[in-house]
């Protein structure tokens, strides 16, 4: 294998690779031996078919993976000869002559060197945010727990559907065209407080009581009708007090309670307030460190930027098609986003090389414990996002380089030097808000 450098811009390196015949036929032996362990053929045993037998029935099959080898195998020559510790992007070949058998192929390899730089020390100062509960707050989040999540009781028979209620009902699907039951279940709901105006269906259970039947024409199925039978109704105990409360819910006292929704609210908190010190965080190191950045690596994020922001600007469009949503061409995207991009790349290659320093990394248990709560946060996708996580070898380093950055930032935190203010969820959730809307 032969390379020379044909050209440099930049980050970027060009190189001319030539991969000799002895190269490659070197490679397809191996390949060729591998596969004759266990190759199989009629009249043979598993692993004793002739070599040449084995390659004339394998060899198309394993040059591809021959040449990945030996592209791989030039790549890395070419890194240690320029005395560089990583790349920024795969590299990026193209053959210039068609192979043949027996002759060297040629080919242009392009590659970007990640960039080098040394880390400064962890001179870093941030206001930090201490969670500041009250007593009032504590009885005002016991309030909205008690209405939110209410305790059950069986109604009364008179008793009528009421928002936050139970309801538990068997729906019969009838076809207008023919008249015929087409299916049945059963199933149990409870009403949310504030009903949306397409939900006609939830809407449709408030005012009934148990033994009652409602009809229900779904938009989406104009030939079919749902009776609606209400099995049984259970209310919920909004009215009830802290102390009752508190009891239902298995706790020794009222002062347990408090406790424990204080200490809830102070994590709350302190989950919000992270974001805050973040952002503190990475501000400083955005004004301590600037290198040249990789222009791939930029291009790619800016990429990444333009669909989500146009996805974005349709989906508004979508939503709200009375109104006029600015359209943007993709140079006014890439020109308004320039500078949120660099920053983000800088900040991946900086925060990179404070974990590799600091042996701060993300254990599978931990990625897999991630990807857990994901999907018990969102129910309704959760064949959508094993399938996703599953499949996909990319999405599963994508959280587990989000892993890394909490627990580099964390580190970053605890070492910085602060100056403590006590703020309430109102005021931190306003500072949060704001920061998000920049």
């Known amino acids: 294998m032969k390379f020379e450098n044909i050209k440099s811009e930049g980050m970027k390196r060009e190189y001319n690779v030539i991969l000799t015949a ?70 990026v070949y193209r053959f210039e002559n068609k192979y043949e058998k027996g002759k060297d192929a040629k080919l242009t390899v392009t590659i970007e060197i990640a960039p080098a730089f040394d880390l400064k020390p962890y001179d870093i100062e941030m206001t930090k945010i201490v969670p500041d509960v009250n007593d009032e707050d504590v009885s005002n989040e016991i309030k909205r727990i008690i209405s939110f999540a209410p305790i059950y009781a069986k109604a009364e028979a008179d008793y009528v559907v009421k928002p936050l209620d139970a309801v538990a009902y068997r729906a019969v699907c009838h076809n207008n065209k023919t008249g015929k039951q087409e299916k049945s279940f059963n199933n149990k709901v409870i009403i949310p407080s504030n009903i949306p105006e397409d939900a006609k269906f939830l809407a449709g259970f408030i005012g009934t009581k148990a033994g009652d039947v409602y009809e229900f024409s779904p938009p989406e199925e104009k030939d079919l009708t749902y009776k609606i039978h209400i099995k049984s109704v259970e209310k919920a105990l909004i009215d009830i007090s802290p102390e009752e409360y508190a009891q239902k819910r298995g706790f020794k006292s009222l002062d347990e309670f408090k406790s ?46 333009v669909a989500d922001v146009k996805r974005e600007l349709e989906k508004e469009q979508k939503k709200h098609p009375e109104s006029k949503v600015e359209k943007k061409s993709e140079e006014e995207i890439r020109k308004e986003y320039a500078d949120v991009v660099n920053k983000k790349v800088l900040l991946g290659y900086v925060l990179n090389k404070i974990a590799q320093k600091e042996n701060i990394t993300a254990t599978n248990e ?73």
């Open 22 to 91: 002895e190269d490659i036929e070197n490679g397809i032996v191996k390949a060729v031996a591998e596969k004759a362990r266990t190759f199989k053929m009629s009249g043979f045993r598993a692993g004793h078919v002739p070599l040449n037998v084995v390659r004339n029935n394998v060899e198309d099959s394993v040059i591809s993976n021959v040449f990945d080898s030996l592209i791989s195998n030039a790549c890395n020559e070419i890194v240690k000869d320029l005395k560089v510790t990583s790349l920024a992007l795969k590299p």
């Open 366 to 438: 931990e990625v897999s414990n991630a990807i857990q709560i994901e999907i018990e946060r969102n129910p309704r996708l959760r064949d959508a996002l094993i399938d996703y996580y599953s499949k996909n070898e990319g999405a599963i380093a994508y959280k587990k380089a989000e892993i890394i950055e909490y627990k580099v930032v964390s580190f970053l935190i605890g070492k910085a030097k602060t100056n403590e203010v006590k703020k309430t969820k109102t005021e931190v959730d306003k500072i949060v808000k704001e920061l998000l809307e920049e």
């Open 260 to 305: 424990a929704v204080r200490t809830s609210l102070e994590n709350e908190i302190g989950a919000n307030a992270f974001i805050y010190h973040k952002n503190q965080v990475l501000e400083t190191l955005v004004k301590q460190y600037d290198f040249k950045l990789p222009q791939g690596i930029v291009d790619n994020e800016m990429k990444n930027v």
